[in-house]
């Protein structure tokens, strides 16, 4: 079976997609997850995200016209489409990034960003900054009109006012993503805001469907999406991409994508539908044991195109939050509830089955899925040399 089956829905008669003489050809989860096939339904155009990170560079060829007006909440000089670092640039391009002049390509191509620029450690020992400027993006984000929230950030600590901000944002309807984190051998400690409750929490995985060894893991896990060997933005000066591994940074902004691409097909579903759908349809190991939850993979990996073209997944209930199964406050115009949702237990799979990925998973010693494995495969992680950091902001105490 091709590695690439991890990703793959199965879709009879998809042809891989021309590869491109530019970073493009080495976006290989588009070709996986049946971008091409999806664009022909929707691209995520009426969606709006949120990318809360290192600033947004508006003027790259892949973002022209994708970028609209932001924050800036570091109080420092600059402005939200003011990058310091080419983070964040990568991720709204593997998110909304058109492709054009040999750019990245983004999942959602469809899709407006809307920049929210906080700083990361260094930022901070070189700028005097607003001590709550991940507090301020995050409020701000969920009193835009993005749909979606993609933070790529992270940290060790964990704070009253960051808490009830990404409350503030569930009330307001919003889907929350954010790393999981990229340090799972040194001390593998929840990173914040993935670990916030509201918050989707996103492990990185590779080709082959299995997680990164720097993905963290624990229970602020929720979902895997691709992470590894995906090029960004070498530096400042926006001249030339470096390959690497984009890591749960990437991961996010590609699970942030896979939203908007769902959403946008159902413009009438809330937040808690759109991230049910996306557990619902999630790839999962043969003897995956039904509703379990991997410490690893979460509900496993991101599959989109289970949805979008093949009508895969159940909504349930607009006002349950699939991540507490606490009642939300549902947006005005929120349809009825629906039947509850079905988990989707594979029971095998082979091309053109509906199953979820054909491999299987083994389990820790606590019962937790190490991780999805392919055929005779006996490890649950792929080796990550170099990992593309994730950006990690440290309050002081």
């Known amino acids: 079976m091709a590695l690439a089956g991890a990703w793959s829905i199965a879709v009879a008669g998809a042809a891989p997609a021309a590869v491109a ?9 588009l070709d996986a997850m049946h971008a091409e096939e999806m664009w022909k339904t929707t691209t995520g ?15 790259t060829p892949s973002l022209n016209g994708q970028v609209l007006e932001g924050v800036d909440a570091t109080g420092a000089e600059g402005e939200a489409t003011d990058d310091y670092t080419g983070h964040g640039t990568t991720m709204a391009e593997l998110i909304a990034g058109t492709g054009k002049g040999g750019g990245l390509r983004g999942l959602a191509p469809g899709v407006k960003i809307i920049p929210m620029r906080i700083s990361n450690t260094e930022f901070q020992n070189e700028h005097r900054v607003n001590s709550q400027d991940a507090e301020d993006a ?16 992270g940290s060790e600590y964990s704070s009253p006012t960051e808490r009830e901000a990404v409350k503030y944002a569930e009330s307001k309807g919003k889907l929350f993503f954010a790393a999981a984190g990229n340090n799972a051998k040194e001390g593998n400690k929840a990173q914040y805001p993935a670990a916030y409750p509201q918050v989707v929490g996103v492990a990185s995985a590779d ?12 229970g602020n896990v929720h979902i895997a999406s691709p992470g590894n060997n995906i090029p960004g933005w070498c530096d400042t000066k926006f001249q030339s991409y470096c390959d690497g591994d984009g890591g749960t940074s ?43 939850i991997s410490n690893y993979l979460g509900h496993g990996i991101i599959r989109p195109g289970m949805n ?29 509830p629906s ?13 053109g089955d509906d199953a979820a990925v054909a491999g299987s998973s083994k389990k820790a010693g606590d019962g937790s899925h190490l991780g999805l494995i392919l055929g005779s495969v006996a490890a649950a992680a792929a080796v990550a040399a170099g990992a593309f950091f994730l950006v990690r902001r440290r309050r002081s105490a």
């Not at 080709?207 to 624990?218: C, D, K, L, M, P």
């Not at 006002?319 to 606490?326: I, K, Q, R």
């Open 21 to 29: 003489a530019d970073v493009r050809s080495k976006q290989w989860y």
């Open 138 to 153: 995050i409020r701000a984000a969920a009193d835009s009109d993005a749909r979606i929230i993609s933070m790529s950030f």
């Open 339 to 351: 039947a509850p949702a079905t988990s989707q237990g594979s029971k095998g799979s082979k091309p």
């Open 308 to 336: 979008i073209l093949k009508g895969k997944g159940n909504p349930g209930a607009p006002d349950v939050n699939p991540l507490t199964n606490e009642k939300t406050s549902s947006p005005p115009g929120s349809p009825a």
């Open 250 to 292: 990437a991961a996010t902004a590609i699970a942030s994508a896979s939203a908007a691409l769902v959403w946008s097909a159902h413009p009438d579903w809330t937040a808690n539908q759109v991230l049910r759908v996306l557990f619902d349809t999630a790839g999962r190991g043969t003897d995956w044991e039904k509703g379990t």
């Open 45 to 59: 155009e009426g969606v709006r995200v949120a990318v809360i990170d290192t600033g947004v560079n508006q003027s």
């Open 207 to 218: 080709e082959a469907g299995q997680v990164a060894r720097y993905s963290q893991h624990g």
